[in-house]
């Protein structure tokens, strides 16, 4: 898997100071102005991960996002949105983003998410012996993006059996019970991760989200990925 990214944003200022900071990162980047700009790229070249902003005029990202699922383009969707937009954020990783980022930023972020993005596909298509607890976080987080939850459950139970003390995975055993139209157990691993971790800003933001939708929302809103497997 090549290192190689697409920025698909209509705002210069924003696809300068991203192409900048990964270039540096060591990076090979590619730029987009718009939705369909980045439709034609990705169907001339392949291009692993796609820096995607939410909002652009024409074809927003949702658009975009859904091009890509249907015409089963081979490619990583990282979601860019602005503040206040979560819910809409969360929506995104059900039609098949791996992850989103929201607005403002620093670049030291996108690199570390993209980073994770390259490292979490290496690791699922490596043949050595899982041990660390990164791993099977790492694991456990495709394996939800797939909706494949009894193989994210059994990477969680390894990485917490490896070290008790971290918040990372009550918190994504609180998205899973979220996906699984669970709210309630979901927001108790939330708390459970602060109470590992109490400025643990992941979980924070879950229960934050969570709690103000709290008997109306609409749970499809938390689901990524396709469906595999659910427990």
């Known amino acids: 898997m090549k290192n190689k990214v697409l920025i698909v944003d209509d705002e210069k200022n924003i696809r300068l100071t991203l192409k900048t900071a990964l270039s ?7 730029t987009a102005v718009n939705g369909e700009d980045g439709l034609t790229k990705l169907k001339e070249e392949e291009i692993p991960v796609v820096l995607l902003d939410m909002k652009m005029p024409g074809m927003d990202g949702i ?6 699922t249907e015409k089963d383009i081979a490619t990583k969707v990282i979601m860019i949105t602005g503040y206040g937009s979560v819910e809409t954020a969360v929506e995104t990783l059900k039609l098949g983003a791996v992850d989103y980022l929201r ?3 620093k670049p030291e972020e996108i690199i570390s998410i993209v980073e994770d993005v390259f490292e979490r596909h290496e690791m699922e298509n490596s043949e050595k012996e899982v041990e660390s607890f990164e791993d099977y976080i790492m694991l456990a987080k ?9 193989k994210a459950k059994e990477m969680l139970q390894e990485a917490t059996s490896v070290n008790s003390e ?5 918190n994504l055993l609180g998205i899973i019970y979220e996906m699984q139209h669970k709210q309630g157990e979901a927001m108790k691993m939330y708390r459970a991760a602060l109470a590992l971790e109490p400025g643990y800003k992941p979980a924070n933001d879950n229960i934050e989200r969570a709690g103000e939708s709290m008997g109306s929302i609409d749970l499809d809103n938390v689901n990524f990925g396709d469906d595999e497997e659910e427990e």
């Open 24 to 30: 540096k990162a060591g990076y090979e980047v590619e």
């Open 166 to 170: 971290k918040p990372e995975p009550f």
């Open 103 to 105: 607005k403002p930023f």
């Open 142 to 150: 495709n394996a939800i993006n797939k909706r494949n939850f009894s």
């Open 63 to 68: 658009q975009f996002l859904k091009e890509v």
